[in-house]
């Protein structure tokens, strides 16, 4: 494989950019012109002595806004550990600059809009999460890598990169038509990777948790549900564990992803909106796409639905299942689980009663195992497909159940394990392998609810705790505020929050007669209740929808 250059320097001259690549024994210049935006591959020689000098840590690639081209840059990374071998880093902060020197010629209206979107690609760049490797395919699993031909262990990063996990393909458009330009760009995941080394029975292995998000259909809780035409669904991740042991390594795979058909749940003020099933599409079109491509990248398919069987998440629950059957495709099986139904009242345990039902199916499917020596012993022959609504709280729950029962296997497998022990016993690793799909629900929920995962007490413990319950209460509470008046860049309508502040004010600070204050805080307060009242009414056209993409039409 060809890989890519691991670090830089950018030179900047008013009239060129001048990527250096910092390699040893490397002279390759990758040159931007600044006003053609033609980029051509120099030499460092070709570098006047006058161009100022920073270090970068990579690029993630170009774009053009309302004031022209801009360039995409890491400015800070850090290591997350070796993944068989090879450095993994986390990017950490980024630099948009701007091919032009003055935005003088815009009109105020276009320095606003620039301006507007500047904001917005920083917040997403800034959305924490973002990993890359500069000689090591992050994009594809163990298993996929495996079973690859020479050609394509031959190709650079950027051609060989599975599309749905490249999070900066736009940015790198130009780049693609250019072959020899390809060591100075690599592709760059949005998830999760934790990596850690562990040590049961005196042996040491490696153990690791990569989550990809994909790039299609994405979007934030609320405004993105359900698929698009090309059968691609909302909040879709591909999340791999892997555990090495003396040159053995394995690997087990799940996936999520929303409900895949056309269905919405706008956010209109309500603390849980009512889904809508659409009544226009056709459904079946789009989630025979979603589970061809699923069945041709994985194999057989048990879905795991974990929603409501009862109110507003019913219907949801019986179309999921009528498609199912409709689809007719014996690869394809549905499994519907009351997650909060056999859950309530603190009955954990009972999460037992699906981790039974699906054991034969999975010990079916297996895991992919390679030797010492890289021969591959077992292929993973299907992937369990897990979503509640948003595909995140009691979707990681029953992940990461799966993800033990499988590694309780594998390192048996692999000797690490004594015959009959259980990996709740180790209570070193055990703490580990909890806080690390713990931390994985909270990064995948920060990326599409905007806040911590819910539920993660027991992801990290092992059961339902008070202080749980009460920080689930929280992050629901800051869910509610960032879907109604964040996601859009939005505000709050001044009139209810003046009319409320005044109310508490008045109450505060009394008149000179009881009289005269029951009337302020009659008045102030009958303007709040009416605000109010107007605003949940008309709950769609106050909250603040993101502006850029058209509406879509699902009803």
Known sequence: ?????????????????????????????????????????????????????????????????????????????????????????????????????????????????????????NNVLHTDGFYFATDYDLTHTLQRLANTSPEFQEMSLLERADQRFVWNGHLLREFIAQPELHKFVY???????????????????????????????AGVRYYVRGIDSEGHPANYVETEQIVQHSSSKASF????????????????????????????????????????????????????????????????????????????????????????????????????????????????????????????LMNQEGTFRSNCMDCLDRTNVIQSLLARRSLQSQLRRMGVLHTGQQIEDQSDFESKFKNAWADNADACAKQYAGTGALKTDFTRMGKRTQWGLLMDGWNSMIRYYKNNFSDGFRQLPIIMVVAFSMCIICLLMAGDTWTETLAYVLFWGTASVVTGGLILFNGLDFVDAPKLVQKEKLD
């Open 187 to 217: 592709p760059v995941i949005h998830g999760f990777i934790t990596m850690k080394s562990s040590c049961i029975n005196g042996m040491v292995f490696e153990w690791s948790i990569i989550s990809r998000r994909s790039c299609f259909r």
């Open 1 to 121: 494989m060809a890989s890519t250059y691991e670090s830089f320097n950018l030179r900047t001259t008013p009239e060129r950019f001048y990527i250096e690549a910092c390699d040893d024994g490397c002279v390759d210049v990758l040159t931007i012109d600044r006003v053609s935006t033609e980029m051509t591959l120099t030499v460092r020689r070709d570098i006047p002595a006058s161009a100022e000098t920073r270090p970068i840590c990579g690029l993630m690639g170009t774009l053009r806004l309302v004031a022209g081209m801009y360039l995409v840059v890491i400015t800070k990374r850090k290591k997350v550990g070796d993944l068989l071998g090879h450095a993994v880093w986390k990017a950490l902060d980024f630099d948009i600059i701007s091919y032009k020197k003055t935005i003088l010629h815009l009109t105020d209206n276009q320095m606003q809009d620039n301006k507007t979107f500047l904001s917005m690609i």
């Open 253 to 376: 795979v799940q996936t999520r992803g929303s409900i895949p058909f056309y269905w919405s749940q706008r956010p209109n003020l309500k603390y849980k909106p009512k889904p809508q099933i659409s009544k226009t599409m056709n459904h079946l079109d789009g989630f025979q796409r979603h589970f061809d491509s699923q069945i041709i990248l994985y194999g057989r398919q048990v879905i795991l639905n974990l929603i409501n069987q009862k109110g507003s998440e019913k219907p949801l629950e019986l179309a999921f299942d009528k498609m199912v059957t409709s689809l007719g495709n014996g690869m394809i099986k549905y499994i519907a689980f009351d997650f909060h139904k056999e859950c309530s009242r603190m009955r954990w345990h009972r999460l037992q009663i699906l981790l039974d039902m699906v054991a034969e199916m999975q010990d079916e499917f297996g895991y992919f195992l390679v030797d010492a020596d890289g021969k591959v």
